[in-house]
């Protein structure tokens, strides 16, 4: 996007100097970047989104399995080291 632009504004002064033999192609050269700037951007990232939605409405969604059902031992709780355990006997 940076070159484009760069491109473009180096090519205004020459765009706008009537009776220069070379207006014609810096103008439709600033146009096309133009034309080609817009599309990049915003035209196809819609077309993925179009594309890959249909794909993944054939596939088969993926089943999520919850943290709480997923198979996780059950254990005691863990203590740091730097902390230390209440003792029952004392």
């Known amino acids: 996007m940076m070159t484009a632009l760069a491109m473009i504004f180096g090519l205004i002064p020459l765009a706008l100097h009537e009776g220069d033999p070379t207006m014609p ?3 439709a ?3 096309g970047l133009t034309a080609s700037t817009l599309l990049t951007i915003f035209v196809v990232p819609c077309l993925y989104v179009i594309f890959k ?5 054939e596939a088969v ?14 254990s005691q709780p863990v203590i740091p080291e730097n902390q230390k ?5 004392s």
Request: aromatic share 0%; hydrophobic share 35%; charged share 25%.
């Open 53 to 57: 939605g249909r794909s993944d409405d």
């Open 61 to 74: 969604a993926p089943t999520v399995t919850p943290i709480s059902q997923s198979v996780i031992p059950e």
């Open 29 to 31: 050269v600033i146009g």
């Open 85 to 89: 355990a209440p003792h029952e006997d």
């Open 25 to 27: 192609l810096a103008r």
